[in-house]
């Protein structure tokens, strides 16, 4: 089962240590992940994993954090959409990395410029959330700022908690639970992000307006 997961977050959210995590590097409590290169917004990490009788393939796409110092969150979202977009890769889970803990306006900031772009299609994934943890406690405070999409988060059951640190098969296990869960329901069609027919339909349109176009001179000319 081949998965191509799109990972967004903060600057230490967790989000890189997630993709590691998911591509099977075994990462140490007190190791640091190296940050993207300032150019990079992307960075694709592949590797299979087995659960039970099922063989994931996991395609994960690092992206760059978001609140870091010298860049402006709206370009560095615009940016990844953009390169995303335009990449003819479809998404199968878009993963917003947050630190379970206090909420600030940041964090709201963040969420809500996520979903202007991705929409309520997002899956939160909450780090440093050991399993003797409920998320609901978190996702509920979240409601009081961004209540449409929390309720399609909870209804849909788009959300995970997993501790990367101390529990990292159990965090593997956990996410390969949700995509199994979501490929079972169908639930897979609704956090689908096809990007790149996105962008064949916009070439096809304008394709036909321009040839609309040069009818209309072509008739002005006879005429």
């Given at each position: 089962?081949?998965?191509?997961i799109l990972?967004?977050g903060?600057t230490?959210s967790?989000?890189?240590?997630?993709?590691?995590?998911l591509?099977?590097?075994?990462?140490?409590a007190?190791?640091?992940?190296a940050?993207?290169?300032?150019?990079?917004?992307l960075?694709?990490?592949?590797?299979?994993?087995?659960?039970?009788?099922?063989?994931?393939?996991?395609?994960v796409?690092?992206?760059?954090?978001?609140?870091?110092l010298?860049?402006?969150n709206?370009?560095?979202m615009a940016?990844?959409?953009d390169?995303?977009?335009?990449?003819?890769?479809?998404?199968?889970?878009?993963f917003?990395?947050v630190?379970?803990g206090?909420i600030?306006?940041?964090?709201?900031?963040?969420i809500?410029?996520?979903?202007?772009?991705?929409?309520?299609r997002?899956t939160?994934?909450?780090?440093?959330?050991?399993?003797?943890?409920?998320?609901?406690?978190y996702?509920?405070g979240?409601?009081?700022?961004?209540?449409?999409?929390?309720v399609?988060?909870?209804n849909?059951?788009?959300y995970?908690?997993v501790?990367?640190?101390?529990?990292?098969?159990?965090?593997?296990q956990k996410?390969?639970?949700?995509i199994?869960?979501?490929?079972q329901?169908?639930?897979?069609?609704?956090?689908k992000v096809t990007f790149?027919?996105?962008?064949?339909?916009?070439?096809k349109?304008?394709?036909?307006l321009f040839?609309?176009?040069?009818?209309l001179?072509?008739?002005?000319?006879?005429l």
């Amino acid at each position: 089962m081949n998965r191509n997961i799109l990972v967004l977050g903060r600057t230490g959210s967790g989000k890189t240590t997630l993709a590691r995590v998911l591509t099977g590097e075994r990462v140490k409590a007190d190791s640091t992940p190296a940050p993207l290169p300032e150019s990079q917004v992307l960075q694709t990490l592949t590797k299979a994993y087995k659960y039970g009788s099922v063989l994931f393939k996991y395609n994960v796409l690092d992206t760059v954090g978001f609140s870091d110092l010298d860049r402006n969150n709206a370009s560095i979202m615009a940016e990844i959409y953009d390169m995303a977009r335009t990449s003819f890769v479809s998404f199968h889970h878009v993963f917003y990395v947050v630190k379970l803990g206090r909420i600030d306006d940041q964090i709201v900031r963040e969420i809500k410029e996520v979903t202007r772009f991705f929409g309520s299609r997002i899956t939160l994934v909450f780090t440093h959330c050991p399993s003797s943890v409920s998320v609901t406690p978190y996702l509920d405070g979240l409601a009081r700022y961004v209540p449409e999409l929390i309720v399609v988060t909870k209804n849909r059951g788009n959300y995970v908690g997993v501790d990367l640190l101390n529990e990292q098969e159990l965090a593997l296990q956990k996410i390969a639970e949700y995509i199994s869960r979501k490929q079972q329901t169908n639930a897979i069609a609704v956090n689908k992000v096809t990007f790149g027919r996105v962008v064949m339909e916009e070439r096809k349109m304008m394709g036909i307006l321009f040839c609309l176009v040069a009818l209309l001179l072509v008739v002005i000319i006879i005429l």
